[in-house]
């Protein structure tokens, strides 16, 4: 841990010096394999030199203002992030306790070993640090399979649960305090009331996210997903800048005519692009269950949280889209949120603002045309249903419109007015040319400073984000 100015630029130059070694190309007559693990061992020194120089200049700065600490071990560290955060060096800090320099810099040269309790709340009250512990009787049954049961009960899958909030299965006692302190921190509940296992508070924790929920959403898994998804929608929000923010286009078909013309075509990646480009952060999960996507606006900036499992780039576009539509409805408002629960992949949303908002992603695919071109494909087809599997895709190329979304409407449309299930036909022209996921994934942390959040935080978010569950 950097702990001054001094610390900071030589570390910093510790980082530059390992950051020349890595771009030198390995000396004649050098062993490659050798090599190579020189190299490997100076990028994982470099990363930790990074991460010290990071969180050094988030504190400086004042982007750092909570610390969270597990136990009362960890208090001396988090007392000099404090002192860093103030903008006090050790001389002040010493001049406010009646010490000298010299005998502050022992302290935190040894995270305040030698000191008192009395000293360290001497250093609390001149750092004026506000401090919140949790005190749990030794009595409390505290297990990773209790508390998992708890989870359960509310909602929670056992897999779910598993890859995303058990922490440090090694280690099965350290493992449950720190599972505790993370659904504590994803339900906003004193870690005593996890532990207690006290259901009224954990319940009503877990429904917190149903603002605009519809009675058939209000089953617990429902809730207590969307409850998780809140928590890491508001931390990564928090981890990333706010930029200047561009017009939102409000015509489906001037969405259209952007995509085509300045981002390269109608795809998930250019949607992509153009939702971030405006300055709406897209936050991709890979649960299964629950809802498909979630649009939030969180103190007036928007997120949109898309879940989906499938490969498919068209169904992917469609549901950026879609929550592209809330962003322009709610624009200007403060806090707002829209769950689209699952079902099938156009009629999923049964309410008017639903309807509305997969019509105009669907008018924004297809250039407004979606009725004369699903009409085109039928008259190609001669009226045959089995035909359109062959039509669709000539059409949609003529036009530069996605077939798979083209296919879908079509879908739709049928299951609707014909009575025809043609579902599955429409899934078999959808486009896997991408990986809708990863780059969804990739633009998020192209983005994400997660110095901004504290150690907790960025676990829980890092685990969020990997295709298994394990921090990446």
Same mark, same amino acid.
């Given at each position: 841990?950097?702990?001054?100015?001094?610390?900071?630029?030589? /570390?910093?130059?510790?980082?530059?010096?390992?950051?020349?070694?890595?771009? &030198?190309?390995?000396?004649?007559? $050098?062993?490659?394999?050798?090599?190579?693990?020189?190299?490997?061992?100076?990028?994982?020194?470099?990363?930790?030199?990074?991460?010290?120089?990071?969180?050094?200049?988030?504190?400086?700065? !004042?982007?750092?203002?909570?610390?969270?600490? #597990?136990?009362?071990? *960890?208090?001396?560290?988090?007392?000099?992030?404090?002192?860093?955060?103030?903008?006090?060096?050790?001389?002040?800090?010493?001049?406010?306790?009646?010490?000298?320099?010299?005998?502050?810099?022992?302290?935190?040269?040894?995270? =305040?070993?030698?000191?008192?309790?009395?000293?360290?709340? #001497?250093?609390?009250?001149?750092?004026?640090?506000?401090?919140? *512990?949790?005190?749990?009787?030794?009595?409390?049954?505290?297990?990773?399979?209790?508390?998992?049961?708890?989870?359960?009960?509310?909602?929670?899958?056992?897999?779910?649960?598993?890859?995303?909030?058990?922490?440090?299965?090694?280690?099965?006692?350290?493992?449950?305090?720190?599972?505790?302190?993370?659904?504590?921190?994803?339900?906003?509940?004193?870690?005593?009331?996890?532990?207690?296992? &006290?259901? %009224?508070?954990?319940? *009503?924790?877990?429904? =917190?996210?149903?603002?605009?929920?519809?009675?058939?959403?209000?089953?617990?898994?429902?809730?207590? =997903?969307?409850?998780?998804?809140?928590?890491?929608?508001?931390?990564?929000?928090?981890?990333?800048?706010?930029? /200047? $923010?561009?017009?939102?286009?409000?015509?489906?078909?001037? $969405?259209?005519?952007?995509?085509?013309?300045?981002?390269? !075509?109608?795809?998930?990646?250019?949607?992509?692009?153009?939702?971030?480009?405006?300055?709406?952060?897209?936050?991709?999960?890979?649960?299964?269950?629950?809802?498909?996507?979630?649009?939030?606006?969180?103190?007036?900036?928007?997120?949109?949280?898309?879940?989906?499992?499938?490969?498919?780039?068209?169904?992917?576009?469609?549901?950026?889209?879609?929550?592209?539509?809330? %962003?322009?409805?709610?624009?200007?408002?403060?806090?707002?949120?829209?769950?689209?629960?699952?079902?099938?992949?156009?009629?999923?949303?049964?309410?008017?603002? #639903?309807?509305?908002?997969?019509?105009?992603?669907?008018?924004?695919?297809?250039?407004?045309?979606?009725?004369?071109?699903?009409?085109?494909?039928?008259?190609?087809?001669?009226?045959?249903?089995?035909?359109?599997?062959?039509? $669709?895709?000539?059409?949609?190329?003529?036009? !530069?419109?996605?077939?798979?979304?083209?296919?879908?409407?079509?879908?739709?449309?049928?299951?609707?007015?014909?009575? #025809?299930?043609?579902?599955? /036909?429409?899934?078999?022209?959808?486009?896997?040319?991408?990986?809708?996921?990863?780059?969804?994934? &990739?633009?998020?942390?192209?983005?994400?400073?997660?110095?901004?959040?504290?150690?907790?935080?960025?676990?829980?978010?890092?685990?969020?984000?990997?295709?298994?569950?394990?921090?990446?």
């Amino acid at each position: 841990m950097i702990k001054n100015a001094r610390e900071y630029q030589i /570390t910093k130059a510790q980082a530059a010096k390992f950051e020349r070694a890595l771009s &030198n190309p390995a000396a004649d007559g $050098v062993d490659r394999a050798l090599a190579d693990l020189e190299r490997e061992a100076l990028r994982s020194q470099l990363a930790d030199l990074r991460a010290e120089i990071e969180e050094y200049e988030a504190l400086e700065s !004042g982007k750092r203002k909570v610390v969270e600490v #597990e136990d009362l071990s *960890q208090l001396p560290r988090a007392l000099i992030q404090a002192r860093i955060a103030a903008g006090l060096s050790q001389r002040q800090l010493a001049e406010r306790l009646g010490l000298k320099e010299q005998q502050v810099q022992r302290y935190e040269a040894t995270e =305040y070993g030698s000191a008192s309790l009395s000293r360290l709340l #001497e250093v609390v009250r001149a750092l004026d640090v506000k401090l919140r *512990q949790d005190v749990v009787m030794s009595t409390a049954d505290v297990s990773t399979r209790t508390l998992t049961a708890h989870l359960h009960n509310l909602g929670f899958d056992r897999e779910f649960i598993r890859q995303r909030l058990v922490l440090d299965e090694d280690d099965e006692d350290k493992s449950a305090w720190r599972t505790a302190n993370a659904v504590g921190r994803v339900l906003r509940l004193p870690m005593a009331e996890v532990v207690g296992g &006290n259901f %009224a508070a954990l319940r *009503q924790a877990a429904s =917190y996210a149903r603002f605009k929920l519809p009675a058939s959403a209000a089953e617990p898994k429902v809730l207590a =997903y969307s409850a998780y998804a809140r928590y890491l929608a508001h931390r990564t929000l928090a981890s990333i800048v706010p930029r /200047t $923010v561009m017009k939102l286009e409000t015509q489906p078909r001037d $969405v259209f005519r952007i995509l085509r013309d300045e981002y390269g !075509g109608l795809t998930f990646r250019a949607a992509l692009s153009f939702v971030w480009d405006r300055d709406i952060v897209v936050l991709p999960l890979r649960d299964a269950g629950a809802f498909h996507g979630v649009f939030w606006r969180m103190n007036g900036r928007g997120i949109v949280v898309l879940k989906q499992r499938t490969d498919s780039g068209d169904r992917w576009l469609i549901d950026l889209l879609h929550e592209y539509c809330h %962003a322009v409805q709610t624009e200007g408002a403060t806090d707002v949120e829209f769950v689209e629960l699952e079902d099938s992949p156009l009629d999923r949303r049964e309410s008017d603002e #639903e309807r509305f908002a997969t019509a105009w992603a669907t008018a924004a695919a297809l250039d407004g045309r979606e009725q004369e071109l699903a009409q085109a494909c039928i008259d190609e087809a001669g009226g045959e249903i089995p035909r359109l599997k062959r039509t $669709v895709p000539k059409v949609a190329a003529r036009a !530069g419109v996605p077939a798979g979304v083209l296919a879908n409407y079509i879908a739709y449309k049928l299951a609707r007015f014909e009575n #025809e299930d043609w579902w599955g /036909t429409a899934a078999a022209l959808q486009s896997k040319d991408d990986d809708p996921w990863g780059l969804a994934h &990739n633009a998020l942390f192209a983005r994400l400073e997660l110095h901004r959040l504290d150690a907790l935080d960025r676990e829980i978010l890092t685990r969020a984000l990997s295709a298994n569950g394990e921090a990446s």
